[in-house]
């Protein structure tokens, strides 16, 4: 059973949600989600195209179902559909008992749409609507990025009643378009009569990426005001989305819609594994504790955290003025906010297109073996 004192078991009690960024038919077969669930405090799970790339590339555990998609000669976009919706929909059933108890605030389990679309918004309601009813389980959330086409997408979605995980949002005014895209989405739903309750929606906002691209500027001015900057920007930038949502959630369109039965749409902390080795591993975990948030962890992140994070309770309350002092002096160095953001978006972009290519190439080949 769960240790109640450990530091995930501490973290669950200071209000945040852990999920873990990872999942592959493997984790599914041997059980290992029910034990991080009982053991590491896991209460969600996160994918992306670079962790099904991933899990597709090393076990033999997808091998029937690659052999039987080969066998009915299944193009390599349906296999991979068909792959990822039956991992997902497992995943989702593991699960089940958690978003019960929750009643849907956790147990959930998210899938992206195909990244080519990301700029595409059609495409992507069409996409997140054929993947909410091939997995067909309540506790799903179909991943949409937050470019400007994806708020679009984020509002229809919504608004027909599914689940959305947001991702890619780097910068606090995309934040803010996608709590109205969300809000927008639940006046729609409102109108055509469809329950409130039962729609659920996170803001996944990255944070180590933004230590990553301004860290590298900082360096590149290397005196010692911009190098005692280094490593704040990515936790001030996240608790001052924070500080947006607080805002957001506490307006009058937000309390009618959260009186007529509507979730908030809380804030997760993605990309939170340090990619600086000179920091400490539990960094952005320890210290973007605070109520009403999930954190999604890889397992290193989290295993890090079980062994010796130090959870003190609410990090991000009251730390606004502080934080915008940060942004502030980094922007004084001449360090463009909007370009770092607006470059993070791009990228993220363009690694998800990449994962999802190195995705079709695995399947492909896979295919190809099994014929």
Do not use: C
Request: hydrophobic share 45%; no cysteine; glycine share 6%.
């Amino acid at each position: 059973m769960t240790d109640s004192t450990s530091p995930t078991a501490q973290l669950s009690a200071a209000g945040v949600s852990i999920w873990l960024d990872d999942l592959s038919r493997e984790r599914i077969k041997a059980e290992g989600l029910q034990k991080i669930i009982a053991e590491r405090n896991v209460v969600g799970v996160t994918t992306n195209p670079t962790i099904f790339a991933s899990a597709l590339a090393k076990g033999e555990a997808y091998d029937q179902q690659v052999a039987e998609l080969a066998k009915a000669g299944t193009n390599v976009t349906d296999a991979v559909f068909e792959i990822t919706t039956d991992d997902v929909g497992d995943a989702a059933d593991v699960f089940r008992a958690i978003y019960d108890e929750t009643n849907g605030y956790d147990g959930r389990v998210s899938i992206e749409v195909e990244p080519g679309l990301a700029h595409d918004a059609a495409g992507t309601i069409a996409e997140a609507k054929r993947l909410w009813a091939k997995i067909d389980r309540p506790n799903v959330m179909i991943k949409i990025p937050a470019t400007k086409e994806g708020l679009e997408a984020i509002t229809e979605t919504i608004a027909a009643g599914i689940s959305v995980n947001v991702t890619l949002i780097f910068s606090l005014e995309r934040h803010r378009e996608v709590i109205d895209a969300y809000l927008t989405g639940l006046e729609r739903a409102q109108a055509d009569g469809i329950d409130l309750s039962t729609i659920h929606s996170v803001a996944s906002f990255f944070v180590s990426r933004v230590d990553t691209e301004i860290d590298k500027r900082l360096e590149a001015i290397g005196t010692d005001e911009a190098r005692a900057l280094k490593s704040k920007a990515g936790i001030a930038n996240a608790r001052l989305a924070y500080e947006v949502y607080e805002k957001a959630f506490a307006t009058d369109r937000a309390q009618a819609l959260l009186q007529a039965g509507a979730n908030k749409q809380r804030p997760l902390w993605a990309s939170t594994g340090v990619k600086d080795p000179n920091l400490p591993d539990t960094l952005y975990v320890t210290e973007l504790a605070v109520a009403d948030t999930v954190n999604t962890m890889p397992e290193k992140t989290l295993e890090a955290t079980f062994d010796h994070g130090v959870i003190e309770g609410d990090k991000v309350s009251g730390s606004y003025t502080e934080a915008r002092e940060v942004l502030d002096a980094i922007a004084g160095l001449g360090i463009s906010y909007d370009e770092v953001t607006a470059l993070l978006e791009k990228e993220g972009v363009e690694k998800f297109i990449v994962s999802w290519n190195e995705l079709l190439d695995t399947v492909t080949a896979a295919l190809e073996a099994a014929k």
